[in-house]
């Protein structure tokens, strides 16, 4: 069963037993799938509807960073939900144990000794990682090796 299937099934799970968080998630993450694909004016496939998940997750958790920051509570318990939702179709994330060696070898690879040229580096990650790892996190290990 493909991501889009299983966001379907669960939707009509959770609509017949009224669980309107978990019925608002889902139709905002089929939504943003959607346009995506009326975008593109074809199917996603499985990775590019992945990324769209991702997106929204990300976008949930930036704006638990600015809820906090505002001291808006109901709105940063509202956000965590939603996140907690999609998390759920999302991969589990690569551990630390996983992303060191692969940074190891893009620094290896790409000769960068300088945080100045830390794109490069992330060039060869990302393609690598992406789905699997935060984008930031990546970011913020090859720093940590880099200085």
């Not at 299983?6 to 978990?22: G, H, I, Y």
């Not at 318990?77 to 179709?89: N, P």
């Amino acid at each position: 069963m493909g991501l889009e299937e299983k966001l379907s099934t669960d939707l009509k799970a959770a609509m017949k037993s009224s669980n309107k968080a978990v019925v608002d998630t889902l139709r905002i993450i089929r939504a943003a799938i959607q346009n995506v694909r009326l975008d593109k004016k074809e199917d996603l496939s499985e990775e590019e509807v992945l990324s769209v998940i991702s997106k929204e997750a990300k976008k949930r958790k930036e704006s638990i960073e600015l809820y906090e920051k505002g001291g808006r509570t109901d709105l940063v318990e509202q956000e965590s939900k939603e996140l907690e939702i999609i998390s759920a179709y999302l991969p589990e994330a690569m551990s630390d144990e996983i992303l060191i060696p692969i940074i190891d070898e893009a620094l290896q690879e790409s000769g960068v000794e300088s945080i100045n040229e830390m794109g490069k580096v992330m060039a060869l990650i990302m393609p690598k990682v992406k789905g699997k790892a935060d984008g930031k996190h990546v970011q913020d290990l090859v720093k940590e090796k880099l200085s």
